[in-house]
């Protein structure tokens, strides 16, 4: 299974491709897509676009998973990230890949354990979970990442939260994994 994370802005979008496959995450692939503040805004979402298709034409994710938009105090801020997250669900729809949003507390709170965890903590755990060893990346692409990994614990996990309410109905499908 191959996700496709994304971390949207008009400046710049984080971009993670990760693998899972018998029990094991792995890095396929990150970037960022970089746009000039001097670009119209039709330019920087057209870029984002067709980087988003090339990465999907020469992967082929099986999933798709984006940052959801926060409520912050800055409307125009809030309004460029919907555009770069319109343009992102967009080429993974026509591409015609399943598409997940995460709140960024539920992000942080997969990777961490920690829905405030700031993103020094979000990028050295991403680094851990994917043996990423003291590479060097952005907090963009370590966001990126980090939603592809919190798809992965969310929904394709075998013991993913939605499945189970509680730690009670874990134990009564899975007796055979308690130890007594």
């Given at each position: 299974?191959?996700?496709?994370?994304v971390?949207p802005?008009?400046?710049?979008?984080?971009i993670?491709?990760i693998g899972?496959?018998?029990?094991?995450?792995?890095?396929?692939?990150?970037?960022?897509?970089?746009?000039n503040?001097s670009?119209?805004?039709?330019?920087?979402?057209?870029l984002?676009?067709?980087?988003?298709?090339?990465?999907?034409?020469?992967?082929?994710?099986?999933?798709?998973?984006?940052?959801?938009?926060?409520?912050?105090?800055?409307?125009?801020?809030?309004?460029?990230?919907?555009?770069?997250?319109?343009?992102?669900?967009?080429?993974?729809?026509?591409?015609?890949?399943?598409?997940t949003?995460?709140?960024?507390?539920?992000?942080?709170?997969?990777?961490?354990?920690?829905?405030?965890?700031t993103?020094?903590?979000?990028a050295?755990?991403?680094?851990s979970?994917?043996?990423?060893?003291?590479?060097?990346?952005?907090?963009?692409?370590?966001?990126?990442?980090?939603?592809?990994?919190?798809?992965?614990?969310?929904?394709?996990?075998?013991?993913?939260?939605?499945q189970?309410?509680n730690?009670?109905?874990?134990?009564?499908?899975?007796?055979?994994?308690?130890?007594?």
């Open positions: 299974m191959i996700i496709l994370g971390d802005g008009t400046l710049s979008t984080g993670g491709v899972w496959k018998n029990g094991k995450l792995y890095r396929i692939h990150h970037g960022v897509v970089k746009n503040s670009d119209s805004m039709p330019l920087r979402l057209q984002i676009y067709n980087r988003l298709v090339e990465v999907i034409d020469r992967y082929h994710p099986d999933e798709f998973a984006i940052e959801s938009a926060f409520y912050g105090k800055n409307v125009q801020s809030a309004m460029k990230i919907g555009h770069a997250r319109g343009v992102s669900i967009l080429a993974a729809v026509q591409h015609e890949i399943p598409t949003e995460y709140a960024p507390r539920e992000i942080k709170r997969a990777i961490v354990g920690n829905g405030a965890a993103k020094e903590q979000v050295y755990m991403v680094r979970i994917l043996n990423m060893k003291k590479e060097d990346i952005t907090h963009d692409v370590s966001d990126a990442l980090a939603v592809a990994i919190c798809h992965v614990h969310r929904v394709i996990s075998p013991f993913n939260q939605r189970f309410k730690w009670k109905s874990f134990i009564e499908s899975h007796p055979e994994r308690v130890i007594t």
